[in-house]
């Protein structure tokens, strides 16, 4: 691919194409404009326009998990249903979970870039948060894949 050249967008079946059946996910996305939103018991939350990458886990269903997120009609039930969307899916990275869980995924993303709301989507453990805010500026996306390969998998982009 030159330099120049465009990726296609890829459909939400592309997307979901090569996921593993369970697993641990991550979904990297843009807010186009700031967002201020209730997020269920958080409450309300500012979202910054910009990149944002969200960690995490299906014990089944990964495909269909990841389906739901990216829907458009969905009843709110897990924080990121709060943000896709209006935010606008740019890749998939799924992966198996070896025992190390959601939390060692996130923790490389996290020391790189600025955490999200405390307690978002991670009100089950004890980390500050399972999402990132990666910045505004444009990310070529071919330069962030490496960050999110480091510990194994694939992704769908």
């Given at each position: 691919?030159?330099?120049?050249?465009?990726?296609?967008?890829?459909?939400?079946e592309e997307l979901l194409e090569g996921l593993p059946a369970s697993g641990l996910y991550q979904v990297m996305f843009r807010l186009e404009r700031p967002l201020r939103r209730r997020v269920g018991a958080l409450g309300e939350c500012f979202f910054p326009a910009g990149i944002w990458v969200y960690t995490g886990s299906a014990a089944r269903g990964l495909p269909a998990r990841v389906s739901r997120h990216m829907s458009g009609r969905k009843r709110?039930?897990?924080h990121i249903d709060y943000l896709l969307p209006p935010g606008q899916?740019?890749?998939?990275?799924?992966?198996?979970d070896r025992g190390e869980g959601e939390c060692r995924l996130h923790a490389s993303l996290a020391a790189?870039?600025?955490?999200g709301p405390r307690g978002f989507g991670s009100?089950?453990?004890?980390?500050?948060?399972?999402?990132v805010y990666a910045g505004k500026k444009v990310l070529r996306l071919d330069g962030f894949l490496p960050i999110l390969l480091e510990s194994g998998g694939s992704i769908v982009a």
């Open positions: 691919m030159t330099p120049k050249a465009q990726r296609k967008a890829l459909t939400p709110l039930h897990w899916v740019a890749a998939v990275r799924a992966v198996a790189r870039f600025e955490e009100s089950d453990c004890g980390c500050r948060s399972h999402l």
